[in-house]
């Protein structure tokens, strides 16, 4: 399997995003706060409060993958480009 082949575009949700979501979750949210289209076949990335998870939501015309990753000893440094959530 090739992940992230041809990704159209990369979307960063500045605002940090409860953990506990997984697929399902993380789609509505993409759909319903960032109003995108999440079967764009776009990555969108997902930083939790501490800095140290990232989840990736992507889908690839068979269906959705979902990476996480999680650091041992440091932080991610996390830019503010997108709001996830309106003010």
Do not use: Q
């Not at 990369?10 to 999440?38: H, M, Q």
């Not at 992507?58 to 996830?84: E, I, Q, V």
């Amino acid at each position: 399997m090739r992940m992230f082949v041809d990704v159209p575009t990369v979307y960063l949700c500045a605002d940090a995003v409860d953990f506990r979501k997984s697929i399902n979750g993380l789609a509505a949210l993409v759909e319903a706060e960032l109003e995108l289209p999440v079967l764009s076949g776009a990555l969108f990335v997902f930083c939790n409060k501490g800095r140290d998870k990232l989840k990736l939501l992507y889908w690839d015309n068979t269906g959705f993958a979902l990476w996480y990753k999680r650091l041992d000893k440091h932080k991610l440094k996390w830019p503010k480009l997108m709001s996830c959530h309106p003010p």
